[in-house]
């Protein structure tokens, strides 16, 4: 007998071996618990941001994570102020980041994606991630330093695990070491803080993430991977300011492959509280390499500073603005300005003008005292070439050459420092969490995703430019790889030829739609004198149509051959017209769209003591 669940069709045999397989998981794996003061995506920022907008705190600092100064603070202040859930809530991490300076921990985990297509059972994917973590205070929290040290290790390729533009949730990426089957990754982050909680530095190996939307931030988001970071702020109740600089990896301008030293990344934003129900920020990034430049160091605008250089350095702008109607009720938009056409946009219209831009919005409501403690539904639109940066050879003549490393782009060892959304792309998300019981933490999530490739929309002659490049030069992806193509018609530096003068936003013929509905609970038992168990579940359901619209349209010379559907073909530029030689790659990057339905179940276990 054969039962079909969730679009997947299993007999009983394969069904038994799901089950039971679900259930020893449970009870030997595990996923991530990490520490509050090293880890910005922790379910403690959820739970801050509640308090503050119930009026509970009123200020905290804009980059996320905190210093213990402050997350005591902050905890001290909802279990005097606090509702009995508040109370239960805040004295749980009360005991985490005031109990012993060290934990050993072990972490065990199982992850399984289901393509429904495929009848086979499929592979597992299993990780094991022993660390040392704590939280080391020194002169009344005056010093002090959060870390987690530890290994990663995976059986298959965690990436193959992931749904569409999700980020992994650990950082390890590199340099593996081949144990058996496993393969095993250095793990370690660390934040050293010193000062009091209206006024510190910070340093150190981590992840951070700024602005209203925790995990989906446009400028630094928290799921994003990890950076060498040095930061000053300074948080007060009508205003606050905080300055970061980040080491980040360089990697290649094709494909975001290999990784290269001397790329970095400065952030700074000032934030205004004018009364308690409104405030707005103005925040500031720069990507720039092959130089450590103290310019942006200093607290003035990287507008006026990047001057110094020339120009040549990549600088975003950013506007948020945060209102809060009542208690419990907050609005958010956050703009960020990558490239501007003012002038384009008065002469030729809105339609007719690029922009590399990113807006989101959306509301996010926390009630009093309820076991659903935060309800959030948000839109996000991603222009096209939106974070993409090109980076150049010689700037004189404004060539790229094929295999070069791009210091310049919006990204982090190959992974997006802002929103893991591809350009062309919007995203309506709704999201619920449950607390229950404090020890248990439940989030619901929906979402649904348009994407489309830029480069169904341009010109013969440009796509033809593409075509006549070496193979690794340029990216049609429609990714944050792919960048407009640069030419010197005139000597001068590269100009942007490609889709200069429109918009084309979700334009295209052949868009990528993403369906992902999904629940994951997480659980801790009490504290014993051996130790501390917790557990974790989720399950993800996702639809993809046009799944490949993210693959090259027109990779260029060195390809050579393409999939016609019946077999493959040889091309030579000269051979074709440049509408038939066109045409024979995009109709080839249709063919190979496909739709596509996946099941992710993640379980898991963690000892610690």
Not at 256 to 285: M, N, R, V
């Amino acid at each position: 007998m054969k039962k079909k669940i969730g679009g997947i069709l299993l007999d009983g045999r394969t069904m038994k071996k799901i089950f039971t397989v679900l259930f020893v998981s449970f009870i030997f794996m595990s996923g991530a618990f990490a520490q509050v003061s090293v880890d910005p995506d922790d379910t403690f920022y959820s739970l801050v941001e509640s308090w503050e907008l119930r009026g509970l705190i009123n200020e905290v600092p804009p980059l996320r994570p905190y210093p213990i100064a402050n997350i005591r603070d902050i905890l001290q202040t909802v279990i005097e102020k606090g509702n009995d859930r508040d109370v239960r809530n805040a004295k749980m991490y009360w005991e985490k980041v005031t109990g012993k300076p060290w934990n050993v921990s072990a972490e065990v985990g199982a992850m399984y994606r289901k393509n429904a297509e495929t009848s086979d059972f499929g592979e597992i994917l299993f990780s094991l991630f022993p660390s040392v973590n704590g939280d080391i205070t020194l002169f009344d929290s005056f010093v002090s330093m959060g870390y987690d040290l530890g290994l990663a290790s995976y059986n298959h390729d965690i990436q193959d695990y992931l749904a569409v533009f999700e980020n992994d949730g650990h950082d390890a990426r590199r340099n593996k070491v081949a144990l058996g089957d496993l393969n095993v990754f250095l793990e370690m982050n660390d934040v050293l803080a010193i000062g009091k909680k209206n006024i510190f530095v910070q340093t150190g190996i981590y992840r951070s993430g700024y602005g209203p939307f925790i995990n989906a931030g446009l400028s630094l988001n928290d799921n994003s991977y990890h950076r060498t970071n040095l930061s000053f702020t300074t948080v007060n109740p009508k205003w606050s300011y905080t300055q970061q600089y980040s080491a980040i990896g360089a990697t290649k301008s094709f494909d975001g492959g290999f990784i290269a030293p001397d790329k970095y990344l400065a952030f700074h934003a000032l934030e205004f509280k004018f009364i308690p129900q409104f405030s707005f920020s103005y925040y500031e990034s720069i990507v720039f390499g092959k130089r450590l430049d103290p310019s942006y160091l200093m607290p003035v605008p990287y507008i006026v500073a990047q001057e110094i250089g020339g120009y040549n350095d990549n600088l975003q702008m950013g506007l948020a603005f945060k209102v809060r109607p009542y208690s419990g009720l907050l609005w958010a938009t956050d703009v960020f300005v990558d490239d501007f056409n003012i002038a384009g946009f008065f002469e030729n219209g809105l339609l007719n003008t690029r922009f590399f831009t990113a807006v989101k919005t959306g509301l996010i409501y926390t009630p009093a005292d309820s076991f659903c403690t935060r309800i959030s539904l948000d839109y996000t639109m991603l222009m096209p070439y939106t974070y993409t940066h090109a980076d150049y050879v010689d700037t004189t003549t404004g060539t790229i050459s094929s295999g070069m490393y791009n210091y310049l782009n919006y990204t982090n060892n190959g992974i997006p420092m802002g929103s893991s959304y591809p350009p062309n792309s919007d995203r309506l998300s709704f999201e619920l969490d449950f607390i229950p019981i404090p020890p248990l933490h439940i989030k619901v999530l929906s979402t649904f995703l348009r994407h489309g490739n830029i480069n169904e929309s341009i010109s013969d002659d440009e796509a033809i430019a593409y075509l006549r490049s070496d193979y690794g030069t340029y990216s049609t992806d429609g990714g944050i790889n792919n960048h407009p193509l640069m030419s010197n018609p005139s000597g001068t530096a590269g100009t942007a030829i490609a889709s200069s003068n429109s918009l084309n936003f979700l334009t295209q013929d052949n868009l990528m739609y993403v369906l992902q509905e999904g629940i994951g609970a997480e659980y801790s038992l009490k504290k014993y004198s051996w130790g501390q168990l917790s557990f974790s579940v989720s399950y993800l359901f996702e639809w993809i149509r046009n799944k490949g619209v993210d693959t090259d349209m027109f990779p260029g010379k060195g390809s050579a051959i393409i999939d016609k559907g019946n077999g493959t073909y040889e091309y030579d530029l000269e051979d074709y017209s440049g509408s038939d030689l066109v045409s024979l790659f995009r109709n080839a990057w249709k063919a190979g769209l496909s739709n596509e339905i996946n099941n992710y179940f993640s379980i898991g276990l963690k000892y610690q003591f």
